[in-house]
């Protein structure tokens, strides 16, 4: 049963995603912001489809650190969740992601119209100068920029290594970080199309000042906020 429920919610975000994306490209001529209003109603359908077809929902500890500040967002990464839920969670964001996401048909071109950092992973000092740059240009117009230290998808329990990029990028640009834990992946496992019933925990933390911090400083707070948050969710 949990398959076929994964099997229908496939089908019907093929049913959904091909006409939305081909609706999207039509927001072109459209402002950043008002480009990524429309096409994030995608994600927040397909969140609902998810509660309608999976029974599967979440719920957000934290909400009031949010704020009216654009920010850097650092989180946990477990799954292709969350890259739904924070466009329902958070303001107008951009993401920055590895340059061939913006390849896959439909799905890519939409994800391409909402003003992504997208980067060359191999390219090391000359991604950073790309993300700081264009990092700059987003917060400007108002898009908080989410990241994911560690870089891909990890398993429940388990901890990649924290790049310091996203906290470089902060401490060049002082804005602040705001830490996210979450325990999406025991229910969206990574590179499976099984998705589990059940409430998926997101926590977000305390904004981390950046002012007179290093950035190994900013990653190691960053670091140890999620880690041992996201323990209190596995319980």
Not at 26 to 34: D, H, K, N, V, Y
Not at 42 to 61: D, E, G, P, Q
Not at 103 to 109: A, D, E, I, L, T
Request: with cysteine; net charge positive.
């Amino acid at each position: 049963m949990l398959y076929l429920r994964s099997i229908i919610f496939l089908i019907g975000m093929w049913i959904f995603t091909i006409p939305f994306t081909l609706a999207s490209l039509l927001t072109f001529p459209f402002p950043a912001i008002t480009r990524y209003k429309f096409i994030s109603i995608w994600a927040k359908t397909m969140l609902y489809w998810l509660r309608i077809s999976c029974n599967l929902n979440f719920v957000v500890k934290g909400e009031q650190n949010i704020g009216s500040t654009a920010s850097i967002v650092l989180s946990k990464h477990q799954s292709a969740w969350e890259t739904l839920a924070f466009q329902k969670i958070f303001p107008p964001q951009v993401w920055v992601l590895k340059k061939e996401l913006l390849w896959v048909p439909f799905f890519g071109w939409g994800l391409a119209m909402t003003s992504p950092i997208a980067i060359n992973r191999k390219a090391g000092r000359k991604s950073l100068e790309q993300i700081l740059t264009q990092g700059l240009d987003r917060l400007k117009k108002g898009f908080w920029i989410v990241m994911f230290p560690e870089g891909t998808r990890t398993l429940p329990g388990q901890k990649g290594k924290y790049h310091i990029g996203g906290a470089w990028v902060a401490s060049k640009t002082n804005t602040q970080v705001i830490p996210v834990a979450h325990n999406a992946g025991l229910f969206w496992p990574k590179n499976s199309i099984l998705k589990k019933p059940g409430t998926i925990q997101v926590s977000i933390g305390e904004a981390i000042d950046v002012n007179n911090k290093e950035p190994d400083e900013i990653i190691r707070l960053t670091e140890n906020w999620i880690e041992k948050e996201v323990l209190h969710l596995n319980d």
